[in-house]
């Protein structure tokens, strides 16, 4: 029998490993998020800009790296004897999981790509309304919220692929994810 006070250290060094990992994958999207925006000149670069649009697209993209790696831990444990199969055809852990990675990558994407088909139809997002309380003009809260949903969609890709090539390297059937 495991003495489970013996594990805890083991345990937490894991959950730690976990966050620096998921906050360097974040962080690795931040190029696909700010880039686009300040050299098409569609935000300033002011901290007022920066740090709501920081906020915001590292809240989605941690969203999305849980996603994309729990959907990708599923699939695998699922579909583990296909996975199994092309390694005993001598494809590499990789290959032998490049369909799932897609999948998960999709999946986890399906969120962000909802709420950026109803945004200003169905819901008015909170960028929107927070800045136009804030005393900006509608037409630039409007701005605004398009490089928001914009930076949230490129950061999220980025972060969903680093996540889920980061756990492709499977060589053995993972555990069940809760």
Do not use: C, H
């Amino acid at each position: 029998m495991t003495d489970l006070a013996a594990l805890g250290p083991t345990l937490l060094g894991i959950g730690l490993l976990m966050a620096v990992t998921v906050l360097v994958l974040t962080a690795a999207g931040a190029p696909a998020r700010f880039a686009p925006a300040l050299a098409t000149g569609a935000i300033d670069l002011s901290p007022r800009y920066a740090l709501a649009l920081g906020g915001i697209v590292i809240g989605n993209a941690m969203t999305i790296a849980t996603l994309a790696g729990r959907r990708f831990a599923q699939a695998t444990g699922e579909q583990w004897e296909q996975v199994e199969g092309w390694l005993a055809l001598g494809a590499t852990p990789r290959r032998a999981t490049r369909d799932l990675a897609r999948r998960a990558i999709t999946a986890a994407l399906i969120p962000s790509t909802d709420q950026t088909k109803t945004t200003g139809l169905v819901t008015l997002p909170g960028a929107f309304v927070g800045a136009i309380f804030g005393g900006i003009s509608p037409l630039e809260a409007g701005r605004f919220q398009i490089v928001v949903l914009a930076a949230i969609m490129a950061a999220g890709a980025v972060t969903a692929a680093l996540v889920v090539r980061g756990l492709a390297d499977v060589r053995v059937r993972p555990a069940p994810v809760d």
